[in-house]
């Protein structure tokens, strides 16, 4: 089984020494993680509050400057010493140098991304110090400008070099704050020899009497003749459905028929029924080496855009069109980290109160925390979601493509499996304005490659991907 601690305590922080000025923010101070720089200084009263007045314009200088935090642990007791010992980056922002123990491990450059790092030889028992620079998103995009070139872009330019929310660069409904820190945890991981690495879910067919899914397990690590793997769906605590592979591969695909589904349906129009869908990889004497959940609903969502040869954008959900009453979601808040989980329920629940039926996730801001999917599925509000893109043209050359890549398989793969998630949106407005206001012809937009091929090929691999079916005997 995973074991994991947590690195979210005892961390302090400060500018840069090689910054100029700014002396009284040269000792480490306190901080909390998740966070970021401005909300670190706010907490311990060394700036006023950011959206009070014209605050906004006097604290400009804190995303100009580079920062640095640190902290200190032991390795747990309970850590093997013959596995690996890996750290786990949920999410950095944005431009990030790590050291551990003094020793260079990394350089980070997306704050959408999850980074892991085998740290094994560079571990010790007692007293870690794990130190990380932020160097400022500003200066970073602003290189990355000059060597590239200037784009067309609405608002700052230089922001569609950089991996980060859009909106910290300033928008039309909020301030420019480009934030930096650890906004999401950081935590050690020791894995078995094999473990699950992801878990898929989608119904691939549904009649009034039965309907078929398909689950795909993707185990990392060595498997051999000893694992077996057990996959099961429960509802209201009653076991539905289960099997039992026996041949188990890195990619494995099962497929299941299940008597009188209860079906997921969007607000208004039904109930959100949620299947638990268990994925548990034992070896044959029974020991669990590694299990993973996720709450699924069984339903189709397909998008028609064409109809007796016209065009049109109609959603059927199980077979069913849905007239859609949506709105559009920002993030709740320029500080990401300290939105509580009560804020995201008492939104939703007013979303719900309104009849709406679709949250457009906007491409602008961030792929969500995993509680404002959670709870679209349990009230039925479904997900319209951008890839986080917006009004503007975007850099092709290799480096970027690739860090885009990984960005999207990560988060394609951590959604995937939700009953809510209708839709996939390359972008927000880029392609609209480069037609409204430089050249009719969408395809010279720069970013184009990324919309019409690079995330069309991702999604069809993510959801067509090919594993080792599973056959019943």
């Not at 949920?90 to 020793?103: C, M, R």
């Not at 008492?346 to 039926?357: S, W």
Request: aromatic share 12%.
């Amino acid at each position: 089984m995973k074991k994991k601690l947590n690195l979210s305590d005892n961390w302090v922080f400060k500018i840069d020494n090689n910054i100029e000025g700014y002396d009284k923010f040269k000792e480490w101070m306190k901080c909390e993680v998740p966070g970021t720089v401005h909300t670190d200084l706010f907490n311990l009263g060394l700036i006023k509050d950011p959206f009070f007045e014209n605050n906004e314009l006097k604290l400009q200088w804190i995303s100009n400057c580079d920062w640095l935090y640190k902290t200190s642990f032991d390795l747990p007791d309970e850590f093997e010493s013959d596995s690996p010992v890996i750290i786990v980056f949920e999410g950095l922002d944005t431009i990030a140098e790590v050291w551990l123990n003094k020793e260079h491990i990394g350089n980070f450059n997306n704050m959408f991304r999850r980074y892991e790092l085998d740290i094994t030889s560079k571990i010790i028992d007692k007293n870690n110090e794990l130190e990380i620079k932020f160097t400022s998103p500003i200066k970073y995009a602003k290189s990355l400008e000059e060597k590239h070139g200037k784009l067309y872009v609405e608002v700052n330019t230089e922001r569609v070099y950089i991996r980060k929310a859009q909106y910290s660069f300033g928008w039309d409904w909020g301030p420019s704050f480009p934030t930096m820190g650890i906004y999401k945890p950081i935590y050690l991981l020791q894995k078995d020899k094999a473990s699950i690495k992801n878990l898929k879910f989608n119904t691939v067919e549904i009649s009034k009497s039965k309907a078929i899914v398909e689950v795909d397990v993707e185990v990392e690590g060595t498997v051999n003749s000893d694992c077996i793997l057990e996959i099961s769906l429960s509802l209201k605590g009653q076991l539905i459905k289960k099997k039992t592979v026996k041949d188990v591969y890195n990619k494995n695909k099962i497929r299941m028929e299940i008597d009188k589904p209860a079906l997921w349906w969007p607000c208004c129009q039904g109930d959100q029924p949620l299947y638990i869908l268990s994925a548990v990889l034992k070896n044959k004497n029974e020991k669990i080496i590694d299990l993973d959940k996720r709450k699924v609903g069984i339903r189709t969502i397909e998008l028609i855009l064409e109809e007796n040869g016209e065009n049109t954008f109609k959603i059927y959900v199980n077979k069913k069109e849905i007239f859609i009453r949506g709105v559009n979601w920002i993030p709740t808040d320029s500080f990401l980290p300290r939105v509580p989980e009560e804020r995201y329920k008492k939104l939703f629940l007013l979303a719900k109160k309104a009849n709406c039926n679709m949250i457009r996730i906007w491409g602008g801001g961030v792929y969500e925390r995993d509680i404002l999917y959670e709870l679209c599925d349990e009230l039925g509000l479904m997900v319209w979601q951008d890839f986080m893109f917006t009004c503007g043209s975007y850099p092709e050359y290799d480096e970027f493509l690739e860090n885009v890549k990984i960005e999207i398989i990560q988060n394609v793969e951590r959604l995937q499996h939700h009953p809510s998630l209708a839709l996939w949106c390359g972008n927000n407005e880029c392609e609209w304005l480069w037609y409204q206001n430089k050249d009719k012809d969408i395809s010279k937009l720069p970013g184009y490659k990324i919309y019409q091929q690079l995330i069309q090929n991702l999604l069809k691999e993510v959801f067509l991907s090919q594993g080792k079916a599973y056959k019943s005997p």
